[in-house]
């Protein structure tokens, strides 16, 4: 059975040397190029709240059925597996874009034309030749994965049967054969969730979180704590909606690594966990706000129009 990559993971306290668990900033954006890397990071709050992507970074075939309330998601694998929830990076990327140019006042389709560097940047991967690899690999999963269910977006109720993503087309190559210009053409559902504004800002250190299960948790954290001094969920119902295929001991000793590591580093984002007799409490850090990236300053409005 695909779990969730526990041989990978280290034991309550096993981080002794004082390393931050989280993924070292990749790259400095260029100064000299007008972009939208200073576009607040989105995520549609349908797939914050579903476990709809896979915590397993090896491929992960099994059909998933989700009950919560009235709604339900079932989650089916395509020929390489499921999406996982680092391919989600690549939807939310476009959320973003998308929802940047809707505050500008420029028009949106579901379909957009990106630079695979740009997405690569910004959502702080490699971008060696695998780098670009991995990118293919995510597109394939997040077109061959369907979702049947009845999640409402939009205010619209419906059975529905979708790809995250509709179609993805490599639009240029340069002579090496690494991705140049991509071209996604979003789902119905998750573009009906941008137009519809249920988006949620995440913090850029979203995008360090190591772990599938640190950025789950962030997920939830931020969709479930909002307004609130913090939010609390059972362990065993937590460990549904975040999609883990874990024993419930085995996700027990999971999270209380991941508490221990940011008790140590304060490397999660946002929120702070705790566990106390199989109850988990999401708590808001104080003070807590969505850093700028290193070194970059905000342009005006006007410099990107002229650009």
Known sequence: MVGDNTNELPLVGDNTRGRSPLLPVRHQPDFFVCDVFDAAVKGDTASMEHPIFSLSKKPDMKVRRYDNGSSWAEVRPGAKGLATVFDRDILIYCISQLIAAMNGNRPVTRTLRLRAHDLLIATNRDTSGRGYLNLREALERLQGTQIATNITTAGKEVFDLFSLIDRARIVRETRDGRMEEIEIQLSDWVFQAVEAHEVLTLDRRYFQLAKPLERRIYELARKHVGQQSSFKIGLDKLRGKCGSQSTLKEFKRLLEAIIADDLMHDHMPGYSISLTDDM????????????????LFTLAPETYDLA
Do not use: D, Y
């Open 280 to 295: 988990v409490e999401m708590r808001s850090k104080a003070g807590t706000r969505t850093p700028p990236l290193p070194n």
